[in-house]
């Protein structure tokens, strides 16, 4: 008697579940521009004046896509190969994650890796209700949506940065599946 009354409420609480993904119209809203993004600089004691002139000129010499992070181990320095950048991740926390992890493997001993740089979008404010990488932000923004069909998803994995789009909520988790994510899940859906 308690498991069917269970499974019946889950069950009427589905829609209500899936009616929390904001369409591509709201998303659009709660976005991000996609017109460049801002390296902000994290000093760390270890980096000296020239380490963060080159740091600063980062946006010059390479197209960096938000939410982007780079991490550096304080034994080894900013020139070490242990210097990893995570980039084009949909939250700052998952790109920071994704930079120190890389680092901490590569890097040969000593101190763990801190984070010297993030990729922010323009204006940038912390407590949206929906951040995207810059990639998926464009797809969500421009015709790529609306071409994936009338019932168009996007799905993203919160860790890896991957996204993909489809014609149905299943449909768009397969594409973001396909790029090797295990996490995908719904973030945008018509």
Request: hydrophobic share 45%; proline share 4%.
């Amino acid at each position: 008697m308690i498991r069917s009354a269970l499974i019946a409420l889950m069950l009427t609480s589905m829609p209500t579940l899936a009616q929390q993904v904001p369409d591509q119209s709201a998303a659009k809203r709660l976005l991000f521009g996609t017109r460049g993004a801002t390296v902000q600089i994290v000093a760390q004691p270890f980096l000296s004046q020239a380490d963060i002139a080159t740091l600063g000129q980062m946006p010059k010499v390479a197209q960096l896509d938000y939410y982007g992070a780079m991490a550096a181990a304080p034994s080894e320095g900013l020139q070490s190969e242990a210097t990893r950048g995570a980039f084009n991740y949909h939250t700052i926390e998952a790109a920071r994650a994704a930079a120190v992890e890389g680092c901490n493997a590569a890097r040969a001993g000593g101190p763990a890796c801190v984070i010297i740089a993030e990729i922010l979008p323009r204006q940038y404010q912390t407590g949206r209700a929906l951040t995207l990488s810059q990639a998926a932000t464009k797809a969500v923004d421009g015709r790529d949506f609306g071409r994936a069909g009338r019932e168009a998803a996007l799905a993203i994995s919160p860790t890896t940065g991957a996204w993909g789009l489809g014609n149905g909520r299943a449909a768009a988790v397969a594409a973001c599946a396909a790029k090797g994510a295990r996490d995908c899940e719904v973030a945008v859906a018509q």
